[in-house]
């Protein structure tokens, strides 16, 4: 089993910026892939970014692109999203999400492609 926590969501104004963190625990010594999607009110889960654990490499959907930051850290089995120039939309909670084992595909950008998630935080951007 795997556990993720997320943490860092809260209020900010239109322009800011936050940074998320999502920590796993457990057997995570598969990890192949970790992503963090988000759900607004009334809206579909959908992809922000994601990282693959092994290259490092990253991929955002044009939405985000150029304002979110995805990484990750070994050594705190933790991924981040730094969050810049924050806009009313991008308001929702915020889930991390990963795959354990083998990634056939990268990116991964659908849910189904995830076996574990978080609790979500809550991101929430005033104008």
């Known amino acids: 089993q795997v556990q993720l926590v997320e943490s860092g969501g809260g209020l900010v104004q239109a322009g800011g910026s936050l940074r998320l963190s999502c920590a796993a625990s457990g057997r995570t010594f598969s990890t192949a892939a970790m992503a963090w999607f988000r759900q607004a009110p009334g809206k579909e889960r959908e992809f922000v970014a994601a990282i693959s654990w092994s290259s490092g490499n990253t991929y955002c959907p044009d939405s985000v692109k150029g304002r979110f930051t995805i990484s990750r850290s070994y050594a705190k089995n933790t991924v981040y999203l730094q969050m810049n120039s924050l806009k009313p939309e991008d308001t929702a909670v915020y889930y991390c999400?990963?795959?354990?084992?083998?990634?056939?595909?990268?990116?991964?950008?659908?849910?189904?492609?995830?076996?574990?998630w978080g609790q979500g935080t809550q991101v929430t951007v005033s104008s």
């Open positions: 999400a990963t795959k354990q084992g083998i990634a056939t595909m990268f990116p991964m950008t659908a849910r189904e492609m995830y076996d574990y």
